[in-house]
């Protein structure tokens, strides 16, 4: 049953990354940082990116991935990322029941409706070519992280010593990959190195490795110069202590807003429950430690002067986590069938939900599809100044949904990058376009984003 699930799950992304071309930064990673030139190999790409890591961001790993992508025929990054998905979803099933390999249908469904479900903003974190190496991959990376923590807090183990450095470079990967996901991954492994020694158990070796290898990562991340260039360009006018609160508010809303308040209080339900049966403290600790981190990687965006919707992904994993460990806790037989039927009624809700995304995003990938046929016609007679259209898609499944098309504005960088893609000296649209979408209408033209002519 898991089999087919997952294989179904793998088909169905597959098909919706196949369906979701270039977007935004697509354009832009396809050119060095350190040149301008049309990236040629994996020497350029690094090279792109150590200039990338002094003057804009410290995310290494993470934009070489991005980057790297572009070099490739986009079936490689398709198949690779409707991958990396089913793996997040196994590994939060493995954070759940660390000792057992043989999975649990309902729960992994359960899992994957949650990180389908939930996320504001699916397109862009799962689906964009750049989004989804910045969020899915980041975040997968960090729970993979955390799997052996689990183990170990299940039933204590040792490594080979040839192993130690396989865990200091998980560490490292993971606390490298992004801010706020990273946050909760040292919020998570700090309190499990402090309960391990709260109860008299000896810190093993492999978990100091991967704990050194993740702060490493962080402070490589954090500490990177491009991080204080981008905060020198744009200093905020208001003070420090108005600057904090706006940002706690804003972190504290993007937490409850889309489904994460459905998830804070299905933690809050289930852990009451399982705290009523009296179990030992270390079942307590697990689900109470994944929800700190997520409340950890939600509040680390304080520091931050702006908190996309995108990266609410770790938080929103994190909290997933931390409910799946509280079921798998309460397993029961009258549990399992609340939970069969609860799985039953929400994948017929996500099945309707995935008709529109699909829906959604391909007609958004024909009319960029019919967009970029034009362009390359012009191209082809000669033209080097090319107005068009916007395209402006319905669905958060859909990646381009909340992120920038092309706008009036060649000088726009959004413009710039894409008329740097195909060659031109300027691109630029004079219209935004629509498709019918029930129950949907689209007010680009009246908001004036792009005017109607």
Not at 52 to 77: D, E, M, N
Not at 217 to 237: E, H, K, V
């Amino acid at each position: 049953m898991v089999v087919v699930m997952t294989t179904v799950i793998f088909l169905a992304m597959f098909m919706l990354n196949t369906l979701t071309p270039y977007v935004a930064d697509d354009y832009t990673f396809a050119f060095s940082y350190a040149t301008g030139e049309r990236l040629s190999g994996v020497f350029s790409v690094l090279e792109s990116q150590w200039f990338h890591y002094f003057h804009w961001s410290g995310r290494f790993i993470i934009k070489c991935l991005a980057q790297g992508f572009t070099l490739l025929p986009k079936v490689v990054f398709n198949i690779l990322n409707a991958a990396v998905y089913v793996g997040l979803g196994l590994s939060i099933h493995r954070l759940a029941l660390p000792q057992r390999y043989v999975y649990s249908p309902v729960v992994l469904a359960l899992i994957y409706l949650s990180i389908w479900m939930v996320s504001p903003v699916f397109g862009q974190t799962n689906l964009w070519m750049c989004g989804s190496c910045n969020y899915l991959w980041a975040t997968f990376f960090c729970v993979s992280a955390l799997i052996p923590y689990a183990r170990y807090l299940s039933q204590p183990f040792t490594a080979y010593r040839w192993q130690l450095p396989l865990y200091f470079l998980g560490g490292l990967v993971a606390g490298w990959a992004s801010e706020n996901t990273s946050a909760g991954l040292l919020v998570a492994l700090v309190l499990c190195c402090g309960f391990f020694f709260w109860q008299n158990k000896r810190i093993p070796l492999w978990a100091c490795w991967e704990l050194a290898g993740a702060l490493l990562g962080f402070a490589l991340l954090i500490l990177a110069p491009g991080n204080y260039n981008r905060q020198d360009t744009s200093p905020d006018p208001r003070g420090p202590l108005t600057i904090l609160a706006v940002r706690f508010l804003t972190a504290l809303d993007k937490l409850i807003s889309s489904g994460g308040i459905w998830l804070l209080c299905l933690f809050a339900i289930l852990f009451c429950m399982l705290a009523m049966q009296k179990p030992n403290i270390t079942t307590l600790f697990w689900p109470a430690t994944l929800f700190f981190a997520a409340i950890g990687a939600n509040f680390a965006m304080i520091l931050s002067p702006v908190y996309y919707d995108r990266s609410t992904h770790g938080v929103f994993t994190f909290l997933t986590a931390a409910c799946a460990v509280c079921v798998v806790q309460l397993s029961s037989c009258q549990m399992n069938r609340i939970l069969s039927a609860a799985a039953a009624g929400l994948a017929m809700v996500a099945s309707v939900q995935f008709v529109w995304a699909v829906y959604d995003i391909s007609s958004f990938f024909l009319m960029k599809q019919t967009r970029e046929d034009i362009i390359l016609s012009c191209i082809s007679t000669g033209e080097s100044n090319i107005e068009t259209y916007a395209i402006e898609p319905y669905t958060r499944w859909c990646a381009g949904w909340g992120l920038p098309d092309l706008r009036e504005s060649s000088e726009d960088w959004v413009c710039v990058d894409t008329a740097r893609y195909y060659g031109l000296d300027s691109i630029s649209a004079n219209e935004a376009r629509t498709y019918p979408f029930p129950g949907k209408t689209n007010t680009a033209f009246e908001t004036g984003e792009i005017g109607d002519s």
